[in-house]
């Protein structure tokens, strides 16, 4: 085990670092550059030439990226080209926003999914199940962004139960902020959750038909504990399978999500130093955002191979 971990470890550097250098590389040849933006488009060469020498532009490539990778890995983040407040501040007020977003979104899509495929195995013989299983399709059909549309319509307008857009802010009103974000966790949570339950009911179908379930029924076990017992671990494989999926689909829906709902998070940043060509801003962000992902596919791939040990390599 300490092998296999040790040697995905070193893929997940690997993975790491040769990010990272497309990411500055694929930043470095967009058109225009801070220094445009900071004296405008009238500025002469001269005044051009000497806001990029200082904020270190002329020096070669590999020089600029040693300098940026080292900065980010030391949390020595820098201030931003355009506002020259502290990129770290900036980053943690959004991923304050973001994150949680993100994991709220989790639960609504997990709950959703189990609800879909539990009702969806326990009748996938009848019409009810043909149902279920047209309605999952649907919601895997609808992009987030409508759904947040339809859901500030439905909760917001219609209902008044939610507020639309806005975030008041953790240091102002935790409940305020956690009411602000059931929309905008819902509106990914839909398609996201939908999607999740074809392949639990999928594992779920698969567990009732097998022939330990029936025997742990036929010992005397009831439904839901053989199902608990002799199932859940099936089932927890095919969730795990897909749960990166998942997570990598939640984070780059977070970025239009947040634009629906007026929210202060990394997507909302990440589009500002794009507008802004605020370059260092918007190589952390993707940089931050790719590692997140890398991490959570890492720990998965751990827990996966704890509950299913027969995948180890150990060559």
Known sequence: MIRYLYRHFIYLLISFIFSSVIIF????????SPA?????????????????????????FYWQYWH???????????NSYISGQSLGAEIASS???????????????????VVLAVLGGLSYRNKFGTLILALSQIGVSVPGFVAGMLLIVLLGVKLELLPTTGFPGWSSSVSGSLESLIMP?????????CFLSRYIRTAFIEVLNSNYYRTALAKG??????????????????VLTVFGIQVIALIVGAVIVESVFSLPGMGTLLITSINNRDLLLLRDICLILIGIVLVINYLIDIVYHIIDPRGFDYV
């Open 185 to 193: 966790s819902l509106s990914l949570a839909i398609a996201e959750g």
């Open 68 to 78: 940026w990778i080292t900065g980010l890995l030391t949390l020595h983040l820098g």
């Open 221 to 238: 076990l009831t439904p839901a504990r053989a199902l608990w017992r002799h199932g859940r671990r099936n089932i927890t494989v095919e």
């Open 36 to 60: 445009e933006v900071i004296l405008g488009t009238q500025a002469d060469r001269a005044s051009l030439a000497a806001l990029n020498k200082k904020l270190g532009f002329d020096h070669p």
């Open 25 to 32: 590389a694929l930043v470095d040849i967009l058109p225009g």
């Open 95 to 113: 991923a304050a926003v973001t994150f949680p977003l993100v994991a709220m979104s989790m639960l609504f899509a997990f709950v959703i999914a």
